[in-house]
């Protein structure tokens, strides 16, 4: 459809996938969202990360781990080792998903329903580049890369295995490590964390 009120052309390029998340219409988010923010990185990476949606600063650079969480996640990849622009980083949801309070934008945790709707992407994405491991960061990522809700604290710290032979890593969000309250919880999932971005960079080889 190239008016984009129902793109289902199946992508053959990344390229493709960041020109076909602009028209996006398989959920409402786009209508409250600045533009669609697509995968970024290495086409062919062995390894890539999924994370939620877009936040705030994504949403206006259309650019996934900018922001406050991206810096987490940046600081955390050069403490395992792992050179970001090696990898591929994209989102389960493309479009930020938000409320209004006063001035500012509010995350909102997308729903199971735009979370299946964008899986279109992901999963092309995932088909054009062909990682060796999947990253998925936070539960949103965990359930759009495993088809199911999978929790992350008894699943996080070892590969699993899925269908089609490439293997998974479940980690936290990096958000999760800016929220938690208690600094010796927070340095403790922070070690945890960077322990499974190490892992999933070994397991990427
Ligand atoms: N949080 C996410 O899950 N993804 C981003 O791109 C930014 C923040």
New binding site residues.
């Given amino acids: 459809a190239r008016d984009g009120s129902y793109n289902s052309d199946v992508p053959t390029s990344l390229e493709a996938v960041a020109a076909g998340v602009q028209l996006c219409r398989r959920c409402d988010l786009w209508r409250d969202a600045t533009q669609g ?1 697509p995968g970024q990185g290495a086409a062919n990476a062995r390894l890539m990360f999924v ?5 705030d600063q ?1 949403d206006l650079a259309g650019l ?2 900018i ?1 406050p ?2 810096q987490v996640f940046d600081e955390a990849l050069s403490e395992a080792g792992v050179p970001r622009d090696r990898t591929y980083v994209t ?1 389960a949801v493309k479009h930020f998903k938000h409320e209004p309070r006063g001035k500012r934008r509010i995350h909102k945790t997308p729903g199971g329903g735009e979370v299946q709707a964008c899986r279109w992407w992901l999963d092309h994405e995932r088909r054009l580049v062909r990682p060796r491991v999947i990253v998925a ?2 539960a949103t990522a965990a359930n759009a890369v495993m088809g199911k809700a999978t929790p992350i604290g008894v699943n996080r710290g070892k590969a699993l295995q899925l269908p089609d032979q490439t293997r998974a890593v479940l980690t936290y ?1 990096p ?1 999760f490590l800016l929220r938690l309250p208690d600094p010796d919880a927070r340095a403790r999932a922070r070690a945890e964390f960077i322990e499974d971005l190490r892992l999933a960079g070994e397991l990427a080889g």
Avoid at 51 to 55: A, H, R, T, V, W
């Fill in positions: 923010v994370g939620e949606q877009p936040g994504e996934p781990f922001g969480a991206g989102n960061l936070g969000h958000s």
